[in-house]
């Protein structure tokens, strides 16, 4: 692997799939006059990848986009359809997903690397980079050890370099019920706070006793916001008068 800090991208094309149709794009379409931090994995729907690479950039995006960035772009040698259908799977709504299908970008940043033993052939190595028109400015690589090491190209060590005061979003979920008016005034509490959230909705997302267990009542609904308990709509209120919520 080698640090191209620096350095150009390499100018390669990227055969993408948009609205059922192949499209070209080139190096400088995605980076010219843009800054892009870019992060590139050794493969779709892969354990690491799908469950804490992609999500918490996704989550990131738009702290990145308050602190100057023009766009996240998720990176893998795979091809244009496996892609697509990852990046609907993951709702990754506020990623740039780019197939790196034969994985000349990755040979030209010298982080393609051979995944022989676990079938993969040919695959990227683990980073994350900011790119400003361009020119790789940062990278954050991964330690050449066995397996598949994440220490630091995550979304939050970027985001440290790029701006370390900038406030992250909070982690909220709330558990509710259809035609539960508490359940309206409480995500009502939250977005007009400007607070955004995962609602986990009775008898789709989970059953009574999945809330008895983690909130030891089955009332609704149920917040919790950075890993507290916070309660239901009236709790809510009083977090959100706080100092806790500053």
């Known amino acids: 692997m080698e640090n191209r800090e620096g ?3 390499p100018q390669v094309t990227f055969r ?3 609205n059922h149709e192949w499209v070209d794009v080139t190096t400088d379409e995605v980076f010219k006059d843009k800054t892009v931090v870019v ?3 050794p493969g779709a729907f892969t354990p690491t990848c799908s469950s804490t690479h992609v ?3 996704n989550q990131l995006t738009p702290t990145f986009k308050e602190n100057g960035v023009d766009e996240v772009i998720c990176m893998s040698v795979n091809d244009a359809f496996v892609m697509n259908e990852w990046k609907k799977g993951q ?3 506020n990623l740039t997903f780019i197939p790196d299908g034969n994985g000349d970008f990755s040979e030209g940043m010298g982080m393609l690397v051979d995944k022989d033993d676990l079938g993969f052939g ?3 190595w683990r980073y ?3 790119v400003k028109n361009g020119v790789v400015e940062k990278m954050f690589i991964e330690p050449n050890v066995p397996g598949d090491p994440f220490e630091v190209s995550d979304a939050d060590t970027m985001l440290q370099y790029i701006a370390p005061k900038a406030k992250k979003p909070s982690d909220v979920t709330i558990f509710t019920r259809p035609d539960c008016e508490y359940c309206v005034r409480a995500k009502g ?3 007009d706070a400007g607070i955004k959230y995962e609602e986990l909705v009775l008898n789709r997302d989970y059953t009574e006793m999945t809330l008895r267990a983690v909130a030891g009542i089955s009332s609704v609904p149920q917040i919790f916001i950075n890993g507290d308990y916070i309660g239901g709509s009236e709790s809510l209120e009083e977090y959100l008068s706080s100092d806790k919520a500053a």
């Open 16 to 18: 993408t799939r948009q």
């Open 189 to 191: 509490m939250l977005a």
């Open 7 to 9: 350095q150009n991208v």
């Open 122 to 124: 040919k695959r990227s």
């Open 91 to 93: 709702n990754a709504d």
């Open 128 to 130: 994350s980079m900011l």
């Open 55 to 57: 999500p918490r950039y």
């Open 39 to 41: 992060f590139s994995l």
